[in-house]
């Protein structure tokens, strides 16, 4: 699968060497550009020399301290997407890695389908938002709804946000923080899709059959065959005025969510479940309210205050 006319440049930074070469495999096998680096050192200077769309960082490059250096970087990079590897995808140690800066987690043993619909997420986002105007900045009140059936998103690669292109073109949201968002809104909406819609189980994701098949990947794909699933839609609507963007996403299953905003029969810890999902949105936006027995679910960012005509120069 490519992403655009021109494919993403990566930087991988992983200190185990087969690591390194499945990385380089799957990125060689897309067509993706990428350079490899041992250590977080390497990394650094390898940012100091060239630009690149995505920075793939293993977390423990760096010792103990298995975040500080993401902060370094995005100190002197501020809107460099980054996405982090960890062994570790408890709860508290994803949700540590998102309040470090990290874009998002890429768990081990990698799940390249994820790591491809993600890369191909931030690309599509930073492209388009060099693409937008800042005349947005006249704009005060803007509402946007979309509604999509289970078998139009299962077509889709990634969903288009305008409202928050046009967000951050016009200041009001940093690149960094539109990007994050963005990726939020895809968690909700692959969420919705396949626990809500198509009311799919992770733990298939470990069943696997003779052929080798995993039972989740052959469900979703009886279900998509099945108007009474197929048909069902997943609404996104998002809200923006008086200082701050409210999205929420919506699908038409049964709810896979108790109060707290945890799939029931799992633990928090458990990213099979909704835990990095739940982090990535806590670290997006300044509150996450769930509704309809997790049906339904509300992001709210509080927004910059808009810049200034002089800002932005004649």
């Given at each position: 699968?490519?992403?655009?006319?021109?494919?993403?440049?990566?930087?991988?930074?992983?200190?185990?060497?087969?690591?390194?070469?499945?990385?380089?495999?799957?990125?060689?096998?897309?067509?993706?550009?990428?350079?490899?680096?041992?250590?977080?050192?390497?990394?650094?200077?390898?940012?100091?020399k060239?630009?690149?769309?995505?920075?793939?960082?293993?977390?423990?490059?760096?010792?103990p301290?298995?975040?500080?250096?993401?902060?370094?970087?995005?100190?002197?990079?501020?809107?460099?997407?980054?996405?982090?590897v960890?062994?570790?995808?408890?709860?508290?140690?994803?949700?540590?890695v998102?309040?470090?800066?990290?874009?998002?987690?890429l768990?081990?043993?990698?799940?390249?389908?994820?790591?491809?619909?993600?890369?191909?997420?931030?690309?599509?986002?930073?492209?388009?938002?060099?693409?937008?105007?800042?005349?947005?900045?006249?704009?005060?009140?803007?509402?946007?709804?979309?509604?999509?059936?289970?078998?139009d998103?299962?077509?889709l690669?990634?969903?288009?946000?305008?409202?928050v292109?046009?967000?951050?073109?016009?200041?009001?949201?940093?690149?960094t923080?539109?990007?994050?968002?963005?990726?939020?809104?895809?968690?909700?909406?692959l969420?919705?899709?396949?626990?809500?819609?198509?009311?799919?189980?992770?733990?298939?994701?470990?069943?696997?059959?003779?052929?080798?098949r995993?039972?989740?990947?052959?469900?979703?794909?009886?279900?998509?065959?099945?108007?009474?699933?197929?048909?069902?839609?997943?609404?996104?609507?998002?809200?923006?005025g008086d200082?701050?963007?409210?999205?929420?996403?919506?699908?038409?299953?049964?709810?896979?969510?108790?109060?707290?905003?945890?799939?029931?029969?799992?633990?928090?810890?458990?990213?099979?479940?909704?835990?990095?999902?739940?982090?990535?949105?806590?670290?997006?936006?300044?509150?996450?309210?769930?509704?309809?027995?997790?049906?339904e679910?509300?992001?709210?960012?509080?927004?910059?205050?808009?810049?200034?005509?002089?800002?932005?120069?004649?």
């Amino acid at each position: 699968m490519s992403v655009g006319v021109n494919p993403p440049s990566i930087l991988l930074a992983d200190g185990d060497e087969q690591s390194r070469e499945m990385f380089g495999t799957f990125f060689e096998g897309r067509g993706w550009v990428y350079d490899v680096v041992p250590d977080s050192s390497s990394m650094v200077g390898a940012l100091e020399k060239g630009t690149y769309d995505i920075v793939i960082a293993d977390v423990e490059l760096s010792g103990p301290d298995a975040t500080h250096f993401l902060t370094d970087i995005l100190d002197k990079h501020p809107s460099q997407p980054i996405i982090a590897v960890s062994p570790n995808p408890t709860y508290e140690n994803v949700l540590r890695v998102f309040r470090s800066g990290a874009t998002d987690l890429l768990a081990r043993p990698i799940d390249f389908s994820w790591l491809e619909r993600v890369v191909q997420q931030i690309v599509f986002s930073r492209r388009n938002d060099e693409r937008e105007r800042a005349t947005y900045r006249f704009v005060t009140k803007e509402q946007a709804e979309m509604r999509f059936s289970s078998a139009d998103l299962a077509q889709l690669a990634s969903i288009s946000l305008p409202l928050v292109g046009r967000l951050a073109q016009s200041g009001m949201l940093s690149h960094t923080d539109a990007l994050k968002i963005r990726l939020a809104v895809q968690e909700a909406v692959l969420n919705g899709l396949e626990h809500g819609n198509l009311e799919l189980d992770s733990q298939w994701k470990e069943e696997l059959s003779a052929d080798g098949r995993d039972k989740f990947s052959s469900m979703r794909k009886k279900r998509l065959a099945d108007r009474a699933y197929a048909d069902r839609s997943v609404t996104v609507k998002l809200v923006y005025g008086d200082g701050r963007l409210e999205i929420t996403v919506r699908d038409e299953g049964k709810g896979f969510l108790n109060a707290r905003g945890v799939s029931d029969g799992c633990k928090v810890d458990s990213l099979s479940c909704s835990g990095r999902g739940l982090a990535l949105m806590s670290s997006a936006v300044d509150e996450v309210q769930f509704g309809e027995n997790g049906s339904e679910v509300t992001m709210i960012k509080r927004l910059h205050e808009r810049k200034s005509t002089e800002d932005y120069g004649s």
